[in-house]
């Protein structure tokens, strides 16, 4: 078991489509997540970003540039690119420069500025890139995963496309209750069934929006934390970054095909459960200590299979957890509290952060309506492009 | 775009993928240069056809016109477009394709029987780039 780290504080801006720069999402989320860990930004040693790219620039930016808008200070800067898992890789980054006292205290800032529709590849010919090949040579997008995965489960677990419904159904009502979400309205099972078919069998209302958004957390050392009159701080206890285990034989985003398990037979694990289980194994815990998880929902269908990836219920139970109302709030055990990527969108470099502020609040008592009550372990789940994924244990 | 991924013509046409000659393992889209088997050493890779046939592993389709680099005439209105993942049982591995033009998810089904048929990805004035589809066996185009 590793060291724990505290979360001082943590701080978001709202999630939409405002139309600005990243870095005023970034450091708005910065500077309340300061607030709230009741510091000051030359207080802190050590910056981390989550990367996204800048636009009309050809490179990926985030932690000088945060640092920048907050005001050059000298502090050690640090930039990571792990797709929908920068957040995780950011907060892990921080961690190890606590833990291994390079730094005391850490600002992790995640911000993006979504463009509308679709995700697609940068611009040029570039065939060695496997994210340009699947959009050029299939012209699959995203949701044309979600959509295989979805018709899959249906085939494998009799899962409905009212059963997917009804997962929008619950994040939309927790969403409703969170000021930060993009979308704060209830949807019924009718408004699911009768938005527009993206990608069979999932409709618009069964996938995730892009969006702007922001998150912030402050880290530091349990020294640092007492010293600064913390004395029973959220806690990070676990980190998962883990990559998949050769074949991988689920087709993932982006690639176009799965390793061929004709010369080594896949592994016991799929690479999601493996992403969880290393968490827990961390933490010393198991998903009967839960207290909450949030999940990354990119389809309705996905949250399903995270069900089950983490441990809440087994292979193909999924549906009967989410019909028993063990996922809802004030279930056994509620998943996506802050209303999801369903209520909120993606911003890609923020969405693990934003997890991870959502914990926070939660585990501290104060995530208001949509409190859980007497929350004391929570854990998110992601995955995103070539082979990243992360979960984050946070207890109090 | 992309040179040797498939290969022959009507009844002969192929996928191609590469196979390392030291543990045997499968790559498509063809890996060149270094085999990922964690455990092996690394051998030559050498090209190999794939399975004509497989059974559809999941499928679903794109009812929205995909964004670039995917290449589309916008004067026509978008007509949906299946797809299919298919799992080739002898090279163990599921390979994503477009269906064959006509080829509805309405007429799909995890576990049918599948083949990869050639196909044009689109065309031009100069151009007619070429792909590879599946379509259910049994049907002719």
Redesign the interface.
Known sequence: MTEEVAVLGAGMHPWGKWGRNFTEYGVAAARAALIDAGLEWRDIGAIIGADTVRGGYPGYVAGATFAKALGWQGARVTSVYAACASGAQAIEAARAQILAGLADVVLVVGADAAPK??F??AGG?R?DDPD??????????N??YF??????RM??HGDTPDDFAQVKVKNSAMGALNPFARYRGRVTAEEVAGS???????RLLDICATSDGGAAVVLSSMEFARGHGQAEPVRIRAVSTVTPR??N?V?DLPE?????????DPPEETFRRSITRTAYEEAGIGPEDLSLAEVYDLSTALELQWYEDLGLCGEGEGVKLLRDGATALGGRIPVNVSGGLASFGEAVPAQAIAQVCELSWQLRGEAGDRQVVGARVGITANQGLFGHGSAVIAVR | ??AGWFTGEGDDFRLLGTR?SA???????REDHHC?????GGGELAPVPLSRRGRV????????R???????DPELSWEP?A?I?VELE?????????AAPGIT?AEL???LEVEVVPGV?HEDAETTWT?WHWRPTGVTA
């Open positions: 529709g679709f697609r590849p010919d065939p340009w090949l699947r959009f050029r040579i299939l012209g699959a997008t949701p044309v959509g295989l995965y979805a018709r899959r085939a494998l527009a078919v993206v990608a069979d069998p999932l050769y074949p034989t087709l176009i095909a799965t390793d061929s398990a004709v010369a080594v | 775009m992309v390392c543990c045997a393992s499968v790559f498509f889209p990922r088997n964690p455990d092996c592993w999941s499928f679903t389709d794109s009812r929205y995909p964004p670039s680099p995917y290449v589309t477009c797809f993942a002898p090279e163990r591995m599921v390979v994503l394709g477009q998810v089904a995890v576990g990805l792909t």
